[in-house]
């Protein structure tokens, strides 16, 4: 192969352009141009393709969002969209495509090679860490920092107050950042969609921290928990008749520069991406699962269900005590 | 005087802390005894004061809420609940109360002093940095660094999916927060309680961004605006057609590290208020205006109004051309 | 006038991209052009000028640094070197030269409008804050910030240990960051290059805070003062026979993200600086004392001494009673 | 088992604290007592033990440093030091001693079970992450993290400098925190004591970037590469003939808030190492490889030798391509 082409697709995660950066100057040092697709797959349906070059990437590592703009596609859930992105490719002369995105970003590429042949390989960026084949998607460490850092915050306001905070961090199917959160920032408890906890259990918790001289409790929800952080929050109020305060993180939880661990994460999907694509394979998303670079056909991503750390979630209540 | 006593009373505020060891420490250097009362003037009345030393004060400058508790006290607001407070400081022998906190708190202080006769001294507290008698209030420089940085992490996300974000800071009825975070933070809008601003041509004005070819926009809105973010951020949709997200920064605002200016801040007004009870001075609030310390009548500090810098005003509507 | 240019010289500051923008913003918001002229005299000098509109400056709000480059020029200082600088400006149409940067860069913008009548307008931009003509110069705050949160951070390795920490802070010739940073860090004691403070006395100061249980202690120490934090700590060590590490922080206090005030600062002075260029004005430098902007000569800013606050630092040694 | 005891010895490590707090809650949770350990071994040989409940860890899963401190003790280096420290164990009924630190504090730790019976566990807190046994240890993340911030820092006045900066991270023995930063930081290239690269090779490859256009160059030093940051610049700036910068980032890679993953692998090692005595495991220190707990006998986290990951020591040569 002599061309590869890549684009982000989906939500913005910190990280990506560390990504990017890597597919390009590893194609690079292996004498392969790149393309950068702008707006994802409605820019690739559009033909807004460019090639870019090493130097391109620049100072571009520490920075959040992404360089190569991002965007959702109706035309591409159209046969005829996808046909006219595979059309742009092949006259750009593109040998494979790189995706970096989460499932739904997947499924369009996963489409693309079905029906027009492109060899495609998948690079896990979601905040959500809701991907199965990998043990951590690029873009979830900093997000699990940026929801901490606004932990500690809301702690000192609620210590100082006597307060009860019930904290919504991202997540609409999965509770990783949730769990994460919750033991690092030393929280009472948390709810994430995988479980089903009886709010009732839970205003026991709380009362019951209260008796053991607790200033201020702090409750994690992800947001795909039926009711959300509001309907947690206003059931504990009612519970247990403390002031309780609740706080919805949203979209700061996308952004910022990416810790170490996002951008080494990144560099490293980039760089397997690239040799992937230049061994031949295609159709699967590249993750990393202990120190190890593999594969998982892209389907399976989607398909297959990633379950959050049980024993972390029994370390979380421990630590509680 | 021999002993005087220093409470935090209403919201929270980053740098209270250092304002307590600066008034501790001060006295502490001038030979003066300090009591602590806990839990603002909620505590005051149910006799919570206790001795605090220099050294109960190490590694407390840089914490964000209060070590000393605040809270709302229902009771402080009859006359009856005052005696008891009163009663309280001259049992303990107090010659002087310090109070750190915002107009409410104030009030609950010019009370004290014009009932009982105790001298009392405010310390501005509180994030808004509304009050009359000081250039700045000790926590409002670090809300809106807190708010700033959230704002460079949505901007990640806006420019990445080419969006419009309204973000609302606080400023129940003041923007200063809204329009420093506006300037600093490069927004194209900005709405305060202070002005009245059509919403009809931000519509345009955004438009007009748009066309001009930037990426995504950033509209700053104070929470005391009619409608808050919510509804300045559906009016644009409606009026723009543009994917508009809106995003409630809340009480993170309040809370973290203080910053180096609330820090030196607290630390030469509460100096300075202990100087002020040395000095026989009763019932104003000590603040700075450029490099000066000055004293403002308590009751002036909440009747007075501190307008909004307008040259700054002016200035964020250029530098969004 | 119709086009003006605008360079950064000298050591590069937080906040001189934020400058940069208000320059070109005000500019194109009052309709003239803008010609940025890339590492400083040195480019100027080559005729490095190219002109840069407002979405030039899209993003750059929030970055450290400077877009056009900085460096120092030895052919700048001789009258040959400023001819053909002076040539270039000519050669482009522009009607006065806006510089970012510290005395050095202004004297040598002073001997352009003298020797060629070249209008030319300084902007301060330095983390020293060493100039008369202006409370705070562009950098410092961040400069500040980022010391104090080193601070923080060896605080916590000082304590665990019960160590003495001398930490070194930039300021060749003036202890503004040393002294901001000795208040708001809860320093124990601080050198500056304006006071001669015999180390004997410091040497009991430390001793006896040892003995008063305090646990670690920290000096800091500006980098002009003679033998540094290493002259300072090799003679505590020995004075004292107390573990004492020494740790400079150097060039990390140059760079990051501005912090708000840095952002604010930069706007209203590059704000300031096209106005007075429209205005007729030549040879000064725009500076804010209080909430006004004023115009002080360019060779007033290194001729006339600001000194450090004084208030400040007989507070910082009450608070480390 | 009735009563453990935990302390914390060697250099301090972000995170020491939570895993304190886990060790405490833990226990609590299980019905077990905890004797915290002041000063690590030198407090134990003089018996400075207390009792520590779950509330007096409120509030220190966000705290760098050491809340029991640390000390290096010559005293325990001595059959009759640790006779006494067992003594005092034995005195306050402990059944088994947690050693939260490095090799050298296990060493000290396997000694006094070896000579004495007392089960003693290692809980891996070092920023170097030089332990064999466990994938991270406690604190590794957070220096990393402090280091890639200051890296960071650092490119900003390099890049507008253009100049170059040769930039010393902590790792006596190994390179694992210089690898880290160096990929996440986009360096040119990095030096690691693993590794013996000629400084010929390293000039031509600094050459070579700047004729590519790279607007400054970012080189790691690990603190254990013979001459150091000093050295490597020395022949860098002799070589090029370029200006080089060397920073060398010492003490404040220590302190800090612990990031998110140090908190959960101290809250995870805490609670494991609770576990292993009372299972009446001895002599070995918890670790965590991929998602799992592990054992490893103590003498062979020192003599047996982590490797930095070769995979990664390859990514970063091409990713600064």
């Given at each position: 192969i002599q061309r590869v082409a890549v684009l982000t697709s989906g939500g913005d995660a910190p990280g990506m352009n560390a990504a990017i950066r890597a597919v390009v100057r590893t194609a690079a040092f292996e004498g392969l141009e790149v393309m950068g697709v702008r707006r994802g797959f409605s820019g690739l349906h559009r033909g807004e393709l460019k090639l870019i070059g090493p130097r391109d990437m620049a100072n571009t590592i520490q920075r959040g969002g992404t360089i190569l703009l991002t965007a959702r596609s109706a035309?591409?859930?159209t046969p005829e969209g996808r046909a006219r992105g595979a059309q742009h490719l092949r006259d750009n002369g593109v040998d494979g495509l790189i995706v970096i995105g989460g499932d739904g970003s997947f499924h369009g590429a996963d489409l693309l090679q079905k029906e027009h042949g492109i060899p495609v390989i998948g690079v896990p960026g979601t905040i959500d860490n809701d991907l199965y084949g990998t043990d951590h998607t690029i873009g979830y460490f900093t997000a699990v920092e940026t929801a901490l850092d606004a932990v500690d915050k809301l702690r000192d306001t609620g210590a100082s107050h006597e307060r009860i905070f019930v904290i919504e961090v991202m997540g609409r199917h999965a509770g990783h950042i949730a769990l994460d959160v919750a033991v690092a920032g030393g929280a009472e408890e948390v709810f994430i969609p995988e479980d089903d906890k009886p709010i009732e259990d839970v205003i026991e918790i709380v009362k019951d921290s209260v008796e053991k001289g607790k200033m201020g409790s702090i409750v994690i929800v992800a947001?795909?928990?039926?009711?959300?952080a509001q309907g947690v929050g206003d059931a504990i109020q009612a519970g247990t008749g403390l002031e309780t305060r609740v706080s919805i993180l949203g979209?700061?939880?996308?952004?910022?520069t990416p810790v170490s661990s996002d951008r080494i994460l990144a560099s490293r999907l980039g760089e397997a991406a690239v040799y992937a694509l230049m061994d031949g394979v295609s159709g699967v998303m590249v993750g990393r699962h202990g120190g190890d670079i593999i594969h998982t056909p892209l389907h399976e991503t989607w398909e297959k269900r990633k379950d959050v750390n049980r024993d972390l979630y029994r370390c979380a209540k421990k630590l509680s005590v």
């Amino acid at each position: 192969i002599q061309r590869v082409a890549v684009l982000t697709s989906g939500g913005d995660a910190p990280g990506m352009n560390a990504a990017i950066r890597a597919v390009v100057r590893t194609a690079a040092f292996e004498g392969l141009e790149v393309m950068g697709v702008r707006r994802g797959f409605s820019g690739l349906h559009r033909g807004e393709l460019k090639l870019i070059g090493p130097r391109d990437m620049a100072n571009t590592i520490q920075r959040g969002g992404t360089i190569l703009l991002t965007a959702r596609s109706a035309t591409w859930r159209t046969p005829e969209g996808r046909a006219r992105g595979a059309q742009h490719l092949r006259d750009n002369g593109v040998d494979g495509l790189i995706v970096i995105g989460g499932d739904g970003s997947f499924h369009g590429a996963d489409l693309l090679q079905k029906e027009h042949g492109i060899p495609v390989i998948g690079v896990p960026g979601t905040i959500d860490n809701d991907l199965y084949g990998t043990d951590h998607t690029i873009g979830y460490f900093t997000a699990v920092e940026t929801a901490l850092d606004a932990v500690d915050k809301l702690r000192d306001t609620g210590a100082s107050h006597e307060r009860i905070f019930v904290i919504e961090v991202m997540g609409r199917h999965a509770g990783h950042i949730a769990l994460d959160v919750a033991v690092a920032g030393g929280a009472e408890e948390v709810f994430i969609p995988e479980d089903d906890k009886p709010i009732e259990d839970v205003i026991e918790i709380v009362k019951d921290s209260v008796e053991k001289g607790k200033m201020g409790s702090i409750v994690i929800v992800a947001e795909g928990v039926p009711g959300g952080a509001q309907g947690v929050g206003d059931a504990i109020q009612a519970g247990t008749g403390l002031e309780t305060r609740v706080s919805i993180l949203g979209h700061i939880q996308r952004g910022g520069t990416p810790v170490s661990s996002d951008r080494i994460l990144a560099s490293r999907l980039g760089e397997a991406a690239v040799y992937a694509l230049m061994d031949g394979v295609s159709g699967v998303m590249v993750g990393r699962h202990g120190g190890d670079i593999i594969h998982t056909p892209l389907h399976e991503t989607w398909e297959k269900r990633k379950d959050v750390n049980r024993d972390l979630y029994r370390c979380a209540k421990k630590l509680s005590v």
